[in-house]
């Protein structure tokens, strides 16, 4: 028992320095081992902060007047368990400051100090009085399709947000009436008359997975369950799941960035018979603080989320799902830089349950773990149901007249698909009208004056944004250096090739789906709603490539992937490789036969060969060889420290400066020297890095813990941005 007197609280602010800071409880209370997870208000220099009791003990510095806390605002730890051993680990994994851990995890009303919210779910039901008045109400009037609706019994706010466009509004009406009223929800009422749907009986090879699962429920086990694009894994995660709720178990699902759409939503909640709660960037604090407490206090069953969602208490976990695996998004690139598949592994281990991460594309981390024997690989190898692979053909465009970007076979192939109704999607990466200005005359390009990069045209070729800070001006109508009229555009986005579709088929439908055309809430669904299943185009990049099942999609075109071929990122090739395999995915997804079509200027790649010739395993293989070689993760461990500053001679002599502080390079760890990023100017800020690399994990960490704090003490570490990156995905 410490000596009461001398026990003080370690708190965790958010606050960039990796160290915790010593108050005093707030007289008469005492702390002790329980206060340990919840949080404080504390003075912090001239302001108020909200931290997280990380420890009691011990002042560090007995000498020192501490401060005393304001308010103690938990009456529970928030955080306590796995929970707060997982978010322990990841301050020591990734360097990051406790406190700013914490702040990453916790939805932003937590982490402002509010109270945990309401939890408790609410439905409306029809009165004595309001039974008895239905039939009364003006037929079709807005009052009367939600009585109508309620006839069959209550409905919870969570289904009639889902299911009555503005319902609010008729239901304030009815409740002046005295003909409905709002009463406390329960699990029923969110699942009520729900159009369940039927579970499939699995085929051979999905039972055999749903099989593999069931027997590691109660025990750590990763599961890498490599499917191609409709092969029914989420059948099988569906399946599984049920399974986890059987036993009275939670569920976490993590799901692409994109991937989250009503259409996914809808599929879970239709079959699984509980509420299924969602976590989100889309969706407002309040939503998912609700969210995330649901799930910690144990009332809440299945969470589907994004990214963020890993750091969610699951005090009665049963399964994690990590759908997509492969997926960029799970790599935050900002603030504490974490990736939640890793997560989500190391998590199912200190939870003793299963993690399912499934991908038709793993990453070549995964697969590795997984040829090691540390995850099970189980496979799917056939589309499930009656779909049948698509059929890819390879348009070697060399030589070939291109009309924007196109050739005569695509548009062929696309006329005859609109013939028979179908729909076709026109896959190029790139948003925009082009991504140069060029000059034919004197070869000037528009460049981005606060970046080395160029700037891409938008609207039509009237005005230039740059993609990497933002910057717009409009396009000029000269050449700056030698006046000439001769501006072109140069090469092709998705807005140009829109506008070439359009010229060519001027009667058929075109939908453009990018960033930058569905940047309302909502706006994809919209429109893919309105297209339904008539005959159309849509032009896109990768936002298409999941989460909307599109069954009259039967003719995918990829047009424009050379970029990826030649990239100097290490990770281009496996990330083109799945780029492309998700996008043929697309194509033929249901009784209709599918069609994809390659445009290449390089259609005798050794990638792209590999890819045809042995699909998605092959080019992954091809992959691994070569990082092996190389000694690239996953075969090695990786470290970034990045610096930027808006005077170059601060960024390097900062690098320098850091580099010189590193101890203990060998054959076994090596440190670069400083580099320019590979966009060494970016938004005005003159950029470098270090990288650091060693074939043993444990030994770059060691090595870590030792040098950040020294180089967190560097005078120079002021006057630059910097921040590390352990296991960056892109080196820059
Ligand atoms: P994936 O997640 O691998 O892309 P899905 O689970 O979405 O695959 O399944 C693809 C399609 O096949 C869906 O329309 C799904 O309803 C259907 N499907 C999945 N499993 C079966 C099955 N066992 N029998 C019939 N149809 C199935
Ligand atoms: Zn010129
Ligand atoms: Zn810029």
Redesign the pocket.
């Known amino acids: 028992m410490p000596d009461p007197a001398n026990t003080v609280l370690r708190v965790a602010l958010p606050v960039p320095l990796p160290r915790l800071f010593d108050y005093l409880p707030p007289p008469p209370l005492i702390a002790d081992e329980s206060w340990i997870g919840r949080r404080v208000r504390v003075p912090f220099a001239t302001n108020e902060l909200i931290g997280l009791v990380a420890a009691v003990g011990p002042a560090e510095n007995p000498e020192l007047a501490l401060k005393t806390v304001f308010a103690l605002l938990d009456d529970a730890p928030l955080l306590s368990g796995e929970a707060l051993d997982t978010l322990r680990w990841a301050a020591r994994y990734y360097h990051a400051p406790l406190g700013e851990v914490f702040a990453t995890a916790l939805p932003a009303p937590l982490r402002a100090g509010q109270p945990l919210p309401e939890t408790r779910a609410y439905a409306w039901r029809l009165t004595v009085d309001g039974t008895a008045a239905v039939d009364s109400l003006r037929r079709n009037s807005a009052t009367r399709r939600l009585a109508d609706r309620l006839r069959a019994g209550a409905l919870s706010e969570d289904r009639l947000d889902q299911e009555f466009d503005g319902w609010k509004t008729p239901a304030r009406s009815l409740a002046k009436r005295g003909l409905i009223e709002r009463v406390p929800a329960t699990d029923a009422d969110a699942v009520a008359n729900h159009v369940r749907s039927q579970a ?4 051979p090879e ?1 039972a055999a997975v749903g099989e593999f699962v069931r027997a590691a429920l109660g025990r750590f086990q990763p599961i890498l369950l490599e ?12 399946q599984a799941i049920g399974e986890c709720l059987a036993r009275g178990r939670q569920a976490l699902v993590l799901v692409p960035e994109i991937g989250l759409t009503p259409q996914t939503l809808q ?1 879970f909640r239709a079959r699984l018979g509980v509420p299924v709660h969602v976590l989100h960037s889309a969706l407002s604090d309040g939503e998912r603080a609700r969210a995330w407490t649901a799930m910690h206090r144990g009332e809440g069953h299945v969470l589907v989320g994004t990214r963020s969602a890993v750091f969610t208490p699951l005090p009665n976990a049963g399964l994690i799902i990590v ?1 997509e695996e492969h997926d960029g998004s799970y790599k935050q690139q900002d603030g504490m830089r974490y990736h939640a598949r890793d997560l989500a592994v190391v998590r199912a281990r200190a939870l003793a349950v299963p993690v399912l991460l ?1 991908s ?1 594309t793993p990453s070549l981390e995964s697969l590795h773990n997984a040829l090691a024997g540390r995850y099970a690989h189980l496979r ?1 190898s056939q ?5 049948r692979p698509p059929r890819v053909r390879v348009l070697d465009v060399r030589k070939r007249p291109l009309t924007h970007g196109l050739s005569n076979d695509v548009f062929v192939a696309i006329a005859a698909c609109l013939e028979r109704g179908e729909q076709i999607l026109v896959f190029k990466n790139r948003r925009g009208y082009a991504p140069v200005l060029l000059c034919h005359d004197c070869g000037w390009s528009a460049q981005c004056a606060r970046c080395d990069a160029a700037m891409t045209v938008h609207a039509g070729g009237r005005s230039l944004l740059c993609h990497h800070c933002g910057s717009r001006r409009s396009r000029p109508l000269s050449c700056p250096d030698c006046a000439s009229l001769a501006l072109q555009p140069q090469g092709f986005g998705t807005e140009r090739l829109e506008e070439a579709l359009a010229e060519r088929f001027p009667e058929a439908t075109l939908i453009r789906v990018d960033s930058q055309s569905t940047r309302v809430k909502d706006g994809l669904e919209k429109k893919l709603k309105e297209l339904g299943d008539a005959a159309g185009i849509l032009v896109g990049t990768q936002m298409l490539t999941k989460g909307h ?1 599109l ?1 009259r999609l039967t003719l995918v075109c990829v047009v424009g992937i050379d970029e990826g071929l030649f990239s100097a990122d290490f990770r281009a090739g496996e990330k083109l490789s799945q780029l492309l395999i998700q996008v043929a ?1 697309r194509a033929g ?2 009784a209709l036969p599918g069609e994809v079509l390659l445009q290449t200027h390089h259609p005798e790649h050794p990638l792209l060969n590999t890819l045809l010739a042995g699909g998605y395993p092959a080019a992954a293989a091809l992959e691994l060889a070569q990082r092996e070689a190389a000694q690239f993760p996953p075969y090695a461990a990786m470290a970034l420290l990045r610096a930027e500053a808006g005077n170059e001679g601060d960024m390097k002599n900062f690098l320098l400066a850091a580099h010189e502080q590193f101890a203990g390079g060998d054959a076994l760890l090596t440190i670069s020297a400083p580099l320019p990023a590979p966009m060494p100017r970016r938004a005005g800020k003159a950029r470098g890095q270090l990288l650091l690399t060693s074939a043993q994990r444990p030994a770059l960490q060691s090595a870590l813990g030792d040098w950040l704090p020294r180089v967190a003490e560097l005078k120079l570490a002021r006057k630059v941005r910097w921040s590390l990156d352990v296991d960056p995905m892109d080196l820059y």
């Open positions: 499939f009986s699995l085929n999905q499917g191609v694009t409709g092969s029914g894994k989420t059948e099988v995660y569906l599929r759908d499934g038709a799917l589309r499930a149901g009656v779909a099942d069954p995915g997804r249901a």
